[in-house]
């Protein structure tokens, strides 16, 4: 249960980062309040995953998932270059978030 809610707190980082974009530094309302709920909502549930989970895995996990979603969305979504050494250094963020959930035993 632990893993699934340190999932979906990344990938509530990720909403939380695109709709601060798109709040256009805080001056576009609706966009602003998706940021701040997404962002709450995705901190209470990285703490609730710490109740099971190490406290360094989970949070290089959250964050792992956050920053590689956050730069996946980006080339997607917003045009953002999509060089090589780019996706490779996100697929070295992704390999550590897997290896992290392998060796951790909770």
Do not use: N
């Not at 980006?74 to 050494?85: I, K, T």
């Amino acid at each position: 249960m632990a893993w699934a809610l340190l999932g979906v707190a990344g990938v509530l980082e990720i909403v939380f980062a695109f709709a601060m974009k798109s709040s256009e530094g805080f001056t576009r309302l609706v966009p602003a309040l998706f940021t701040v709920a997404a962002g709450l909502s995705s901190v209470v549930l990285l703490s609730l995953s710490l109740r099971t989970l190490p406290m360094g895995t989970g949070y290089a996990v959250w964050t792992g998932i956050g920053a590689a979603g956050t730069a996946i969305v980006g080339m997607v979504v917003l045009g953002d270059s999509a060089a090589p050494m780019r996706l490779l250094c996100i697929a070295l963020i992704l390999a550590g978030v897997i290896g992290l959930k392998l060796v951790t035993t909770s």
